[in-house]
């Protein structure tokens, strides 16, 4: 006797769903990753056990251990740094202004960007340390 054979269906995997979800991560980590917007700067902070986190996006000023200053991503003189301030001057009064120091900084660079800051009328002035309770110095490079 001869069963006739029934006709099976062709099984297919369908990857739309897949390829979907797959997409829907990659966007979901793109748009979730927070991207460092610092350049490069080798700067040693001086550490402080009373540092906290800022919550804006204030104005930062760095300045390396050879004194020279950076304001954002200008690179400024001594005599330039009135008017970079004095530009710059209503980011600073709503987020204030961040100085960033290397500890191997002279402190007579950190004294002039304060007074700098100060001639303008920024008031709002942060000095940007490490958290940790170390009292030794930073090593040097």
């Known amino acids: 006797m001869r069963f006739p054979r029934r006709q099976r269906e062709s099984v297919e995997v369908n990857l739309t769903p897949l390829i979907d979800v797959v997409f829907l991560l990659l966007i979901f980590f793109m748009v979730s990753t927070t991207f460092d917007s610092r350049r490069s700067l080798d700067l040693i902070l001086p550490q402080s ?23 954002g991503d200008t690179s400024l003189t001594e005599s330039a740094l009135g008017t970079a301030l004095a530009r710059h001057k209503d980011q600073a009064d709503r987020f204030g202004l961040i100085l960033e120091a290397d ?12 007074d700098a800051a100060a001639e303008v009328g920024i008031t709002r002035v942060r000095i940007s340390t490490r958290t940790g309770t170390d009292t030794s110095p930073p090593d040097a490079p």
């Open 49 to 71: 056990s009373q540092a906290s986190a800022v919550e804006q996006a204030p104005l930062i000023m760095t300045i390396g251990a050879k004194g020279d200053f950076t304001l």
């Open 103 to 114: 500890g191997r900084t002279p402190h007579a660079k950190v004294v002039k960007a304060l």
